[in-house]
């Protein structure tokens, strides 16, 4: 086992002190997502613990700004589905900054747009990118199960799988101020959508969370949108599982997927 | 990079000499999906050398059949969606049996309830394996992806996505040789499932090649087909990576999921 694996010991489900035959209050519900957050956000992936402290080389940073661009890119689309599925029109105009945000007034001044110049800066082809040819199969499976989830779930599950924006903020944080210290392309230009969405997460957090409280009458809803923040915090981890296995270590990149230039041969 | 893992080169699509603006013959079309199988069929991941070479441990092993178990388990819904999906009475009929097959005349006479006898073999507690609580999330999203593919694709291509059944009596043979050679559990009743599937793959992937030679009438549809090949040989890899990820190498058990009893302390 690597020593980047043993700094971390994964934590199976959160253990609070709550009977559990009874209604969490707001506070304790509010403690037992933030829980998950502190034992199964991907911030505690190894593959983040590298990128931020500068121990990844430039073709297993271009992988994972290229496979997280399907992530970034299939956000709105995740939005959208859920925003079909909400009945009321100030739910759905409560979710409509979201797309804006991502998708743009215009395009060109949306979140995705802003994503792309991560891709320009790290000398990755656009077109490639957005094509996904080159995407693990893990990244598609894993987004596809989020975009999937907010179809089907019930109204206040497919809410609550947006909370990990309750963790964001540290994260993103911690991103640009690893990146920025640690590569020489990490400027103004390749980080503004991470800059931007510091802004952002917190009022879309906020709005969640108020949402699931006030909407969670039950002890078997509440669990059910715990459930739904976990399964959300798997999609996250399990991005990074594919990418930490195929660019990392073991390093087997899987038939179709990107190679980086210094893995060609 | 380990041992395991420098054995294996990955090849990135095939390349066959046919012009790319003509129809393949129904032979050049067969050497097409041959040829998917030499390049990215999961008989070749380290994993499965690994399993079917004895180089696995007694946990490693039952993370395999309990993750495997979610797959397996599957099979019947993905071929209920897709029956669903067909529009005529001899077509549902043709793809009855693999129902059958899987789920039983009666339940227990089923491939499930065959594969459920490795399992208790294994010593894995069968409620805790079906209740699938334990199972990576890479392994999911997988499966899932499969059952999505075929409720959102054309009847061609969904048909199609099964075609990894040509590729698998090679790998049914390899693993009950490998598995009966090296572990004490691989008995007759540990591996009733394997010897069943032998005779009842060939049949199932002739059909199925046989509709899509008939059915693809331009060289589109032949590529449409090829690609519905190469989706399912990624659900498949990816089942493996996660699991060569998580319990092998690095080694890191993503939160929640199954530990075995010798990483536990």
């Given at each position: 086992m690597s020593s980047a694996v043993a700094q971390i010991k994964p934590t199976h489900?959160?253990?609070?002190?709550?009977?559990?035959?009874?209604l969490m209050t707001p506070d304790e519900f509010s403690d037992a997502m933030q829980q998950i957050g502190r034992e199964r956000y991907h911030s505690l992936h190894p593959f983040h613990k590298m990128l931020h402290g500068g121990e990844l080389n430039?073709?297993?940073?271009?992988?994972?700004?290229?496979?997280?661009?399907?992530?970034?890119?299939?956000?709105?689309?995740?939005?959208?589905?859920l925003m079909a599925r909400l009945?009321?029109?100030?739910?759905?105009?409560?979710?409509?900054?979201?797309?804006?945000?991502?998708?743009?007034?215009e395009v060109e001044t949306g979140g995705i747009s802003r994503y792309?110049?991560?891709?320009?800066?790290?000398?990755?082809?656009?077109?490639?990118?957005?094509s996904t040819e080159g995407?693990?199969?893990?990244?598609?499976?894993?987004?596809?199960?989020?975009?999937?989830?907010?179809?089907?779930?019930p109204?206040?599950?497919?809410?609550?799988?947006?909370l990990t924006e309750l963790f964001a903020p540290t994260i993103?944080?911690?991103?640009?101020?690893g990146l920025s210290e640690h590569y020489d392309w990490a400027d103004d230009y390749a980080l503004a959508y991470f800059k931007k969405r510091l802004g952002e997460a917190p009022k879309d957090a906020e709005f969640g969370?108020?949402?699931?409280?006030?909407?969670?009458?039950?002890?078997?809803k509440q669990e059910a949108v715990l459930n739904a923040i976990r399964f959300k915090t798997d999609v996250l981890w399990a991005q990074l599982d594919a990418l930490h296995y195929a660019y990392v270590e073991p390093g087997l990149i899987p038939p179709g997927a990107f190679v980086p230039d210094d893995r060609k041969d």
């Amino acid at each position: 086992m690597s020593s980047a694996v043993a700094q971390i010991k994964p934590t199976h489900w959160y253990d609070l002190d709550v009977p559990e035959d009874r209604l969490m209050t707001p506070d304790e519900f509010s403690d037992a997502m933030q829980q998950i957050g502190r034992e199964r956000y991907h911030s505690l992936h190894p593959f983040h613990k590298m990128l931020h402290g500068g121990e990844l080389n430039h073709g297993q940073i271009q992988a994972w700004a290229l496979n997280r661009y399907y992530y970034q890119a299939s956000i709105p689309r995740k939005d959208l589905t859920l925003m079909a599925r909400l009945r009321t029109p100030d739910m759905r105009l409560a979710w409509r900054s979201r797309v804006l945000d991502h998708d743009g007034v215009e395009v060109e001044t949306g979140g995705i747009s802003r994503y792309l110049q991560l891709i320009d800066r790290l000398g990755l082809d656009r077109d490639y990118v957005t094509s996904t040819e080159g995407l693990l199969p893990g990244t598609r499976f894993a987004v596809d199960a989020y975009v999937n989830f907010v179809a089907e779930r019930p109204e206040l599950e497919m809410v609550a799988s947006s909370l990990t924006e309750l963790f964001a903020p540290t994260i993103h944080k911690e991103r640009i101020a690893g990146l920025s210290e640690h590569y020489d392309w990490a400027d103004d230009y390749a980080l503004a959508y991470f800059k931007k969405r510091l802004g952002e997460a917190p009022k879309d957090a906020e709005f969640g969370r108020d949402y699931v409280i006030r909407e969670a009458h039950t002890r078997e809803k509440q669990e059910a949108v715990l459930n739904a923040i976990r399964f959300k915090t798997d999609v996250l981890w399990a991005q990074l599982d594919a990418l930490h296995y195929a660019y990392v270590e073991p390093g087997l990149i899987p038939p179709g997927a990107f190679v980086p230039d210094d893995r060609k041969d």
